[in-house]
């Protein structure tokens, strides 16, 4: 794998991050100012879809990382990886229950995996960078 490749993918999974954290807000702010409509529906599901995304793309920056051979990268990645599961956990149980603890959660493990996500990305772009040369 190239650096180019490598960098089109790091945007990607911080754009990928972002929309899923701006649909998450949406849907909340849709939520708790009473707006019930169908598109509060319909921003739950892109809110999904998107976690799903960010969840493979987690599981392909622990493939990357893995690659490398060093355990710094790997546990960071695995890290991330947790962070996103347990993300994912916590809005299906806020989904299930309405309780707001699992939405509490749900955005911690998210903070979590953006700060992971983000200092993988910059290890692996570093990484490969001299790998390379």
């Known amino acids: 794998m190239n650096l180019r490749q490598i960098y089109k993918y790091s945007i990607f999974t911080i754009v990928i991050l972002f929309v899923t954290f701006s ?41 990357l990382a893995s690659r490398t ?14 962070a996103i599961g347990v993300a994912g956990l916590s809005g299906l149980a806020y989904l299930l229950t309405s309780d707001g603890l699992f939405s509490k959660l749900m ?20 990484f490969m960078r001299v790998c390379n040369r």
């Open 23 to 63: 649909l998450g807000l949406i849907r909340a702010i849709l939520d708790n100012y009473g707006v019930k409509s169908a598109m509060s529906e319909e921003v739950l599901i892109f809110h999904i879809i998107f976690a799903i995304m960010t969840g493979g793309l987690g599981y392909y920056l622990y493939i």
């Open 69 to 82: 051979g060093l355990l710094f990268p790997k546990t960071v990645a695995l890290g991330n990886l947790t």
């Open 107 to 126: 955005l911690d493990a998210f903070e979590i995996s953006l700060a992971l996500s983000s200092m993988l990305i910059g290890y692996l772009y570093c």
